[in-house]
């Protein structure tokens, strides 16, 4: 079992997360160095590896992190609460965590894009079992006649697909919109909207 932190060696390897991120979304994973990752956050290069082995452990530490925090929404989906209540409770959180993480958000879909080599194992077991837990609530739901019948799976699917469209293709959606628009506040009612005509009973 790993030793607990001190308050230092955590801020540190905070401060090397922080840049890690700011080096992966500029450059990917491919063109990041552990000195632009140092730089980054203000650290020195072997300050950094004193804390990480390699740029590849920074990486997979980081993209655990993010993964840990993209989740925390959907675990927290209650079975007792309101169905339709709880579904918008977890829309609306995945679009504000798109607005204020779009790095984050963008950092994850690059990985997936290139096949998940840092994820293979974490995306077949502990996010498939929390997106089986959700679904199997959902379903739920929904032969108590709760919600309108759907692919439980398939919507979990298009909430993260229209939810983290706004952070992934952000300069093309500010684009398409011109200026003075705010995609996240237009964003919201249509949302919204769209998700209690398809599940409302």
Known sequence: MEP??????????????EGALTAFSVNGFRGATVDQIAEAAGLSKPNVLYYFASKDDIHKTLLT??????????IRIDPAGDPLAEVMGYVRAKLEMSRRFPRESRLFAYEILQGAPHLT???????????DTAAAIL??????GRLARVDPHHLIFSIWALTQHY???????????????????EADPFIENLYRKMLGV
């Open 4 to 17: 607990p932190r001190t308050r230092i060696q955590q801020k540190n390897r905070d401060l090397i997360l």
């Open 65 to 74: 992190t993010l993964l840990d925090m993209w989740l925390a929404p959907m």
């Open 121 to 131: 194992e974490i995306l077949g077991g502990s996010l498939r079992e929390i997106v």
């Open 139 to 144: 379903r739920g739901w929904m032969d108590q």
């Open 167 to 185: 952070a992934d293709f952000d300069v093309q959606v500010r684009a398409v919109l011109g200026p003075g628009h705010d995609p996240f506040v």
